[in-house]
């Protein structure tokens, strides 16, 4: 069956036509063969966003946030995308385009009537706008921590004393058998991580050796690497299987790190009663999953301290392409400003750096043609997109 979409009508801006075949492999690529027989060309990966992209279906963050969508691994690269389609960004960046571009009409102003004064000096307000410009650049900039996070995830490390149940705990939050348990203390010597999905943002979940010192080479070993991993972390999970024991850890965990933490009183189905645990301690039994979800939301609630969400109508950037523009334009308003202020340049030459700002936002939204960017962010598609 054949779906004929004219131009107009069609996602990619031109004629198209969509070949629906029965299932299989087989009967697909006989097809495709046959087509190219005749004359037609495989597309090229992200070809079919990049056509969207040149009859203005699309601008260039548009078509990365296509991009975004299919290679989300998390929620919070899944909004992000979504954000970014929306075209949330691409209009903040043509918000403060049109900022630069009225402060270099306010220094054309400045240069043909210099002797006029008629109210606000078209000076301080030209210097004003490009302050306002810079602060919203620097709001932008900002963001982008939170799509590495969203991509690699919160690093959130269980540490411990051994046999504290930190493999358990790693396990039964993942719902998966993935670190070897035992009661032999120092069971686990390497690190393992896992991908955890979460709101708001998603976790690494990194399970660690026991706290110790020991003789042997091996656990000394894994010791370092728990050390390593506990430099990293953004958030601790502090085990213990007793109020002394999560004292202990949270004083060794104390002395390597500052981060954030969540007191994990662990194996609770085997707790007796008569122990007081610090406030905000939670305990959790990883064999009968009692106090599971209180530990997630008490993950949750660490990492949103940690990390803000940004206000609602604040756009996000999410490529080092981005925070490159960005980070470029940012310069160039901040030269002009000082410039500026200072009265240090003449206004036709302050003004060339307004314009280098408002060149570095075109790239980004793909207003100017630039062949190599273009070529970088679509060859990095999948074919068929
Ligand atoms: N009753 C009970 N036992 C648990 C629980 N979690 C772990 N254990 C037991 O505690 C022992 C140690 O568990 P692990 O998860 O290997 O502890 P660990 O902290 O990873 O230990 P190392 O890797 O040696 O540092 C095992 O015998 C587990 O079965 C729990 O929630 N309840
Ligand atoms: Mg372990």
């Known amino acids: 069956m054949l779906t004929w979409f004219p131009a107009a009508q069609s996602p990619v801006g031109e004629e198209l036509i969509e070949f629906s075949v029965h299932g299989g492999s087989y009967v697909s690529t006989a097809l495709v063969a046959a087509l190219v027989e005749a004359g037609a060309a495989p597309a090229l990966p992200g070809e079919f966003t990049e056509r969207a ?66 109210g606000p000096q078209p000076r301080a307000r030209a210097a004003h706008a490009a302050e306002a410009v810079l602060e919203a650049l620097e709001a932008l900039r900002a963001t982008m921590p939170l799509a590495e996070l969203g991509r690699a995830g ?110 994990v009183r662990t194996k609770s189905d085997a707790f007796q009663g008569g122990e007081t645990l610090p406030s905000g301690a939670v305990r959790v039994s990883a064999h009968s999953g009692e106090g599971l979800d209180a530990l997630r939301g008490a993950i949750a609630g660490a990492v949103r301290a940690a990390y803000p969400e940004p206000a609602e109508d604040q756009p996000v950037i999410t490529r080092a392409r981005h925070v490159a523009a960005i980070e470029r334009a940012a310069a160039e308003v901040a030269l002009f400003r000082d410039a500026w202020a200072a009265d240090a340049l003449p206004a036709p030459v302050a003004a060339t750096h307004l314009r280098a700002a408002i060149l570095a936002l075109d790239e980004l939204t793909g207003a100017i043609d630039v062949e190599d960017v273009l070529e970088r962010v679509f060859r990095s598609f999948c074919i068929g997109k």
């Open 53 to 118: 992209m040149r009859h203005g279906k699309l601008d260039l963050l548009q078509a990365e946030a296509v991009a975004d969508l299919i290679d989300a691994r998390s929620r919070a690269m899944h909004r992000a995308a979504l954000r970014q389609l929306s075209g949330a960004l691409s209009a903040r960046l043509l918000q403060l385009r049109e900022a630069l571009l009225g402060v270099d009409a306010l220094i054309a102003y400045e240069l043909d009537f210099p002797e006029e004064d008629d």
């Open 154 to 263: 919160v690093t959130v490390v269980l540490a411990g004393a051994p046999n504290a149940g930190k493999s358990s705990l790693f396990n039964a939050m993942l719902g998966d058998a993935r670190a070897i348990v035992s009661e032999v203390p120092g069971t686990t010597r390497d690190a393992i991580e896992a991908l955890v999905d979460a709101d708001p943002l998603p976790w690494r979940l990194v399970d660690t050796a026991g706290l110790r010192e020991s003789a042997d080479l091996v656990e000394r070993l894994g010791l370092e690497v728990s050390m390593r991993w506990l430099r990293r972390a953004q958030v601790i999970l502090v085990c213990g299987d007793s109020a002394g024991a999560l004292a202990a850890a949270a004083t060794a965990v104390q002395s390597v790190t500052d981060a954030p933490r969540v007191l």
